[in-house]
């Protein structure tokens, strides 16, 4: 079955670019999906940061729109995410999340990844 | 930019007692953009209902959802050992926005 893997750094400084990759395995990430990046700050709730399609088609949270860009390599069958301008806010697990079906008219993540923790300090 | 609030904030309750989550919306959403996690300390959230009232793959029957509009609930009939975790919802609508989560501990 798909299964999703978050990697990159657990740590980095303020005001630089978080960059991290969720690779996709057990499946195609040019299926009918739509491809998402979550977050939860230590003993917060769950905040959606945006999501792409294989088409490379996205949509982002407005209030972080400015500063996230979200990519997709369908070569390696990986997305990606990048936050530029980050500050201690930005801490958090971080978290990837296949939709549902395209087909199905629902909207719901079926499949998450384990989580990466991503701390912003110097 | 449509807002979940979920209630109670904490839920304690005993095994084998029913538990009861609401969420409500700022605005109505459509049925089948809402739907609730669970979620354990040091786990990823596990999708429980989706479409508002349809359970995935894999969910214990004693899991429902029901509601429409603005009002949603999330039904735990039989409270087992291991549903003790937080709950959320979640919407798409113009954005993708999750409730603030409900804590159901054991009382």
């Known amino acids: 079955q798909v299964q999703l893997q978050e990697s990159g750094p657990g740590l980095v400084k303020p005001s630089g670019t978080l960059s991290l990759t969720c690779a996709v395995s057990g499946g195609s990430i040019s299926s009918s999906n739509w491809w998402s990046w979550v977050r939860q700050p230590p003993g917060k709730g769950l905040e959606w940061i945006g999501e792409i399609y294989h088409s490379g088609s996205t949509n982002y949270n407005p209030s972080l729109k400015s500063r996230v860009t979200i990519s997709v390599d369908k070569s390696k069958n990986q997305f990606s995410l990048k936050l530029s301008s980050v500050t201690a806010a930005d801490t958090a697990v971080y978290y990837c999340?296949?939709?549902?079906?395209?087909?199905?008219?629902?909207?719901?993540?079926?499949?998450w990844g384990q989580g990466t923790m991503v701390t912003v300090s110097s | 930019e449509i807002v979940l609030t979920q209630s109670p904030g904490t839920l304690s309750l005993s095994p084998g007692e029913r538990a009861t989550l609401s969420c409500r919306a700022s605005?109505?959403?459509?049925?089948?953009?809402l739907a609730w996690y669970q979620q354990k300390p040091g786990q990823a959230p596990r999708l429980l209902i989706y479409g508002a009232s349809s359970r995935a793959t894999g969910i214990p029957d004693r899991f429902s959802g029901s509601g429409s509009g603005t009002d949603f609930t999330l039904t735990i009939s039989r409270l087992e050992p291991e549903d003790f975790a937080v709950y959320y919802c979640q919407q798409y609508g113009s954005s993708l926005r999750f409730g603030q989560g409900t804590k159901l501990e054991i009382k």
């Open positions: 605005q109505s959403v459509s049925s089948s953009y």
């Open positions: 999340a296949r939709d549902m079906d395209d087909s199905s008219g629902f909207r719901a993540f079926d499949i």
